[in-house]
Every structure is written in C-alpha cells, then in structure tokens.
C-alpha cells in the first residue's frame, strides 16, 4: 500500500479491539455477500471505511486491490495495522479526506454507527471517482430491536433511562437510497433483510453483545447496579432471543451497491 495522508477529526473512541475479534468475528465472517458484490479487481484503490481490525481489507487486499483502511478508534486501527503493515488511517467517517479519489468505498457493519449520514455520504462522494462505487452493508430499520427493547425495559424497571443514548442510525431502505440519490449517487441495488445470526461466542448471551456494542446505552449505570441491569437485560431478551439453549441478536441489514454519478450527469447534489 502507498502512502497518503488525511486530514481528519476523530470521533470518540473505546473499542475493545481484542475482544471484538474473539467474541464477534461473526461481523467479519458473514460480509461475504458485501464482499462478493464490491466485487474488488486487481489494481484498483478500495477505501475500506470503518474497517475495524482490518479483517475484511485485508480480504479485499488478498484480491489484489491497494486498500486505504479508515476507522475512528485509536484501538481498532493499531489492531488493523497490526494485520495490514500500513495504510490504515484514523478518521472520523463524518469529515474524511484524502488527497486522491479512490475506485470503491466499502463499509461493513459501520455506517449505523454514524450518526450524521448525510455528512458521511457526502465525504464518500468526494473521496470516489467519478463512476466510483460505493457499495455497503450495515444496520438497516428494525435492526436488533429486541436488544433494545430489553435494554430499554431493563432500565425503565430499575430506574436508570436517565443518561442512556441511542448510539445507532438505522434507516429503511427507502430513507437510505433517497439520501444516497439526494448526493449524486445512482442506486444499483439496496437490499434488506432480517439476518438473525447466533451468539456463539458470547456465552452471556444477548449481555455479552450489549457490553461489547451498547456502550452508549448502559455506560451511565453506576458500577454496583451493572450487573443486575445485564442480568435484566437477559430475563427480559430471553422470551424472543433465546431459543433452544442459543441465543441469537436479531439482525436487520441494508446492503447496497452504488455509483457515484459520473461528472455531467443529472446531479443536483454536486458538492465537491
Ligand atoms: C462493528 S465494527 C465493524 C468493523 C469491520 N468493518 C468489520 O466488518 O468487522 C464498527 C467499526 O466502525 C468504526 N466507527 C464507528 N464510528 C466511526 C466513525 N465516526 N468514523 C470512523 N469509524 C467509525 C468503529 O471504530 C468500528 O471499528
């Protein structure tokens, strides 16, 4: 990978890069489908937004495009650096910019976690090419809305809804693909489905997930009450997300492909 710099601000951070690749390298090996459809070629430059701990860039590197890996943690990118040797920057998806326009972006299981999508889709459009692809999968509507319901009754019970945050941005297909058409892109394809998927490796179950992903939602309760609210938090999931002894998270995704609008085409949104 050649060098390149970015000019950047850098979200907050806190990821715990370990044992996100030790309990949930599920998130990696389900993003076949998204890796099947960018479709990566030799030669071609692939920014891989939000690439955790490089798993799925270096994947696309193996393929034998030139990835540039961008994420906003300061753990994820030393593990993703670990893997990849270079190229890897650290960056808020919000305001990235190289000094060069790239063939693809691609995301997985990022994008949710930004919360000002018309930003990201417009520091997208900027960082492709014209005719550039920017092809993603993450949580669409509805995703793991029984995680949340039982986060959220948990903390009703006990008292403690006071400081919790809903981190996510987790839009219908439609929402989606009229944000993307609004800055320029034309939409290839934008599908959804449900994707229950097993928590193998998580053996506190739907607990373990929340305290791996749900820092916003419970990061407010004080120490001594923690473990009741993921005991709760567990009674309450279990009735739909434990089944036959497995428990599950019950998934929603978005994938997509799309083309940043060539320059001349019809494209109201042209900004940069
Ligand atoms: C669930 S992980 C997915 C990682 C990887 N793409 C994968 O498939 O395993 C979400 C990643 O998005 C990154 N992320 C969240 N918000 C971000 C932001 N504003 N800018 C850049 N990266 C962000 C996180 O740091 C994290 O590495």
Redesign the pocket.
């Known amino acids: 990978m050649t060098q390149h710099s970015v000019h950047e601000s850098q979200?907050s951070?806190g990821?715990d890069a370990d044992r996100?690749d030790s309990q949930?390298g599920y998130?990696?090996a389900l993003?076949g489908g998204v890796v099947d459809l960018l479709a990566p070629l030799p030669g071609e430059t692939v920014l891989?937004?939000?690439?955790?701990?490089?798993?799925?860039a270096a994947t696309i590197a193996a393929r034998g495009a030139r990835v540039i890996a961008?994420?906003?943690?300061p753990a994820?990118v030393a593990a993703a650096t670990g893997r990849l040797g270079s190229g890897v920057l650290l960056?808020?998806?919000?305001d990235?910019r190289i000094d060069e326009q790239v063939d693809a972006v691609f995301?997985?299981?990022?994008l949710h976690?930004?919360t000002r999508p018309a930003e990201?889709v417009a520091a997208v459009r900027r960082a492709l090419r014209p005719g550039g692809r920017f092809v993603a999968e993450f949580g669409g509507a509805h995703n793991v809305a029984g995680i949340l319901a039982a986060v959220r009754a948990a903390l009703a019970e006990l008292g403690l809804t006071e400081g919790a945050r809903m981190p996510w941005y987790f839009p219908s297909p439609g929402q989606y693909a009229t944000l993307l058409e609004e800055h320029g892109f034309q939409v290839l394809r934008m599908d959804y489905f449900a994707r229950p998927t097993e928590l193998t490796d998580c053996p506190r179950g739907v607990a373990d997930w929340v305290v791996m992903?749900g820092a916003s939602l419970i990061g407010h309760v004080p120490a001594d009450r923690r473990e009741a609210v993921l005991a709760r938090i567990n009674d309450l999931a279990a009735p739909t997300l434990l089944r036959d002894g497995r428990w599950y998270a019950d998934y929603h995704r978005l994938r997509f492909a799309a083309v940043r609008e060539p320059a001349g085409a019809s494209d109201a949104a042209a900004v940069g």
Do not use: I, K, Q, R
């Not at 891989?48 to 798993?55: N, Q, W």
């Not at 961008?70 to 943690?73: P, S, T």
């Not at 960056?91 to 919000?94: F, N, S």
């Open positions: 979200p951070a990821w996100y949930f998130v990696s993003a891989d937004l939000g690439c955790g701990t490089g798993e799925l961008v994420d906003g943690d994820m960056a808020d998806g919000h990235f995301s997985n299981a990022a976690w930004m990201v992903f």
